[in-house]
C-alpha cells in the first residue's frame, strides 16, 4: 500500500510538471515562429528562467528526494521482514549483528544466513537495487555527485557507466553532477523494490521445520517426515488388524491377530528407536530395535543409557 501510494504521488506529481515543460516547449517553439526574421532577439535567453526552473530545478528537488523516501521505505519492510523472521526464534542473530557496510547488506545476510532462505533468483534485482542503493547515498551525501576521488578521472569513476548509459538520469560529465529528470526511474524502482520484497516475502511464508543434531548436522525433515508417515501406516495397519478380527468367526482369527499384531509392533521398534535416536542425539544401532522387542523396560532403559538421557 505504501508503495502504492508513493506511486500515484509521483505520477500527479509529475504530470504536473510535464504539463509545464510541454507548455513551456510550444512558447518556446511559438516564439521562435514569431522572431524567425529578428536575428537579434534571443529567445531563449528569454525564458531562461522558466527553463532552468521547470527542467532542472523542480526535477531536482521532486525526483532526487523522493528516491531518498523509496530507500527509506524499503530499508523499513526489510527491517519489518527480518524483525518477523526473528521472532519465530530459530536464532539469537539479529540483523544488527551482522557484517556489512549498511542495512541492506545485513539484511540480506540474515535472509541467507539466519533465516535459510536462496535468494539466487533474485540476483539480477539485488544488483540493480545495489546501484540505486549508490545513486541514493551519492544524493544524500555527495550533494548528488558522483566523484568520491578527485583524484581518478571522472570516466573511472564507480557510477559513470551507469549515469552514461540512463536517459532518465541528467548527468554533467564535466563535473560529476547529476539529477533524476524522469519519474520514470522512480517508478521503475518502485517495481524492482516490490519484486523483490514480495519474493522475500513469499519464501518466508513457507513453512520451514529444520531438523539436525550434532551426530546429523543436515536437515533430516525429510528424513523425520518419512519415519513418522511410516509409523502412522503401520498404526492403521494394526487398526485394520483388529477390524478385521472382529468380522472374522474362524477359530483361528486371534492366532492370526497376535501374529500380525505382533510384526506390526515388532516393525515400528525400528522407526520409534531411529526418531528416539535423533532426537536424544544418540548413535543409533540396528539392535537398539531389538532391547525393546526383547526386553520392553529393561531393553528401554538400554537405549536411554546408551543415547546418554539419564
Not at 583524484?151 to 559513470?160: D, F, H, M, R
Request: proline residues 2%; contains cysteine; aromatic residues 10%.
Amino acid at each position: 500500500m505504501e508503495l502504492k501510494e508513493m506511486e500515484e504521488y509521483i505520477n500527479e506529481t509529475s504530470s504536473d510538471l510535464k504539463a509545464k515543460q510541454e507548455k513551456l516547449d510550444k512558447d518556446y517553439e511559438e516564439a521562435n515562429k514569431e522572431v524567425e526574421e529578428d536575428a537579434e532577439y534571443d529567445v531563449h535567453s528569454f525564458l531562461e528562467d522558466d527553463i532552468h526552473k521547470y527542467f532542472k530545478v523542480f526535477p531536482i528537488y521532486t525526483y532526487n528526494p523522493l528516491l531518498l523516501t523509496l530507500y527509506g521505505q524499503f530499508e523499513n519492510w526489510l527491517k519489518k521482514l527480518c524483525d518477523l523472521d526473528s521472532r519465530k526464534g530459530f536464532s539469537k542473530v539479529r540483523v544488527k549483528d551482522l557484517a556489512g557496510n549498511n542495512y541492506i547488506e545485513k539484511s540480506r545476510r540474515y535472509l541467507e544466513i539466519v533465516a535459510e532462505i536462496n535468494l539466487d533468483d533474485t540476483k539480477l534485482e539485488w544488483q540493480k537495487i545495489t546501484q540505486i542503493q549508490k545513486l541514493r547515498n551519492c544524493i544524500a551525501h555527495n550533494d548528488a555527485n558522483i566523484v568520491k576521488d578527485k583524484s581518478i578521472p571522472i570516466e573511472k569513476q564507480e557510477l559513470y557507466k551507469t549515469l552514461i548509459n540512463d536517459n532518465r538520469l541528467e548527468f554533467d560529465k564535466t563535473n560529476g553532477d547529476f539529477y533524476i529528470k524522469e519519474p520514470e526511474f522512480l517508478i521503475d524502482t518502485i517495481e524492482l523494490i516490490k519484486k523483490y520484497l514480495i519474493t522475500v516475502i513469499d519464501k518466508l511464508k513457507v513453512k520451514k521445520v529444520v531438523a539436525r543434531n550434532m551426530s546429523m548436522p543436515h536437515d533430516n525433515t525429510t528424513w523425520g517426515q518419512e519415519k513418522a508417515e511410516t509409523l502412522l501406516k503401520q498404526v492403521i495397519l494394526a487398526l485394520n488388524e483388529l477390524d478385521k478380527n472382529e468380522k472374522r468367526t474362524d477359530e483361528y482369527k486371534d492366532s492370526d491377530l497376535k501374529s500380525n499384531l505382533r510384526g506390526t509392533f515388532e516393525s515400528m521398534t525400528f522407526n520409534i528407536t531411529k526418531l528416539y535416536s535423533f532426537f536424544a542425539n544418540g548413535k543409533w544401532e540396528v539392535v537398539d530395535q531389538k532391547y525393546i522387542v526383547d526386553e520392553r523396560e529393561k531393553g528401554f532403559e538400554k537405549i536411554k543409557n546408551l543415547y546418554d538421557i539419564n
